[in-house]
């Protein structure tokens, strides 16, 4: 079995204009000052040019220097933007142009183009950086037609999921060259939003093996989907880790689409670590059982307390939660020692028709 490694940060809700928030190396030492080891780094140019880190191992070295000087490493690249605009339906082109550069807005084929490549350098910059996972999201098509008024013509949600393998197979080909898992983060708003369209798009891209999950348990309660039963179902795939913590309490007036409030009135929002409802003693367990490889990176969201205090404790709330797991099973002790042939005696057979009657049990 493995042992969950952490705690790590993603440092996108940090990210600001004053230091130390506003570089890589002052969210570096702020990190490292509350008992981080790992970061998840959005691949912006204020913390990192990801172009240059597809082409420069000298630079890559140097990143990972920086961090390993602090007692740092980086856990995953994430282009969960670029992630978002490679599938844009046209209701949002003017609300996801923010997140494209100033030469490709207003123009969806180029914004697309550009976001391919964004992708495609991802994958070679997690090659040199030593990483085996990439987390993104999927971007979305189907997503203005997720409820079927009024019906859904024939084919539509079949026909988006088509496209949506369309443009990722290629990416996901690249990500395989380069031995680096896709993770995406299963999201409202995406067309990769839980089990069932996760199991849309591996039927789209032909199973393909480098399509995995980043896991966050938060959306799925706001969904009220049974996130423990999807590590069962899934976790063959999950490759990435949100912790991140979220509260639904349905009432008489709201439920799970929150009557277009705003996240501090809505019955479902996100909350800090240990201030929720997900039963993270519960997750850390059945990942440790699955033997997850990855980290626990905390995802910091919360519509009531600050971003600092809810960073400081959640460095310890990982920490408590990661098992150490055991290199031997709790009662070997007791083991018997009996062999095959002293076994057979017990449940009443005879001599074993094998011949391996020493083999111990």
Known sequence: MKTIKGPA?????????QPPFNSLTG????AAGLGFHGLQLPTDPRLLDLTRAATSQDYCDEVSGLLAERGLVITELSTHLQGQLLAVHPAYDALFDGFAPPAVRGKPAARTQWASDQLKAAATASQRLGLSAHVTFSGALA??????????????????FAELARRWLPLLNTFDEAGVDLCYELHPGEDLFDGATLERFLEATGNHPRVNVLYDPSHMLLQQLDYLAFLDLYHERVRAFHVKDAEFRPTGRQGVYGGYAPWLERAGR????GDGQIDFGAIFSKLAQYDYPGWAVLEWECALKHPQDGAAEGADFIRKHIIRVADHAFDDFAGSGLGREEVRHLLGLGADPTGKQGEKR
């Open 270 to 273: 996100f909350r800090s670590l």
């Open 27 to 30: 969210l570096a030492d702020w």
């Open 9 to 17: 940060i993603f440092l996108a809700q940090f990210m600001g204009e």
């Open 143 to 160: 997503w203005p037609y997720l409820y079927p008024w009024p019906q859904r013509p024939a084919g539509l949600i079949e026909e988006a």
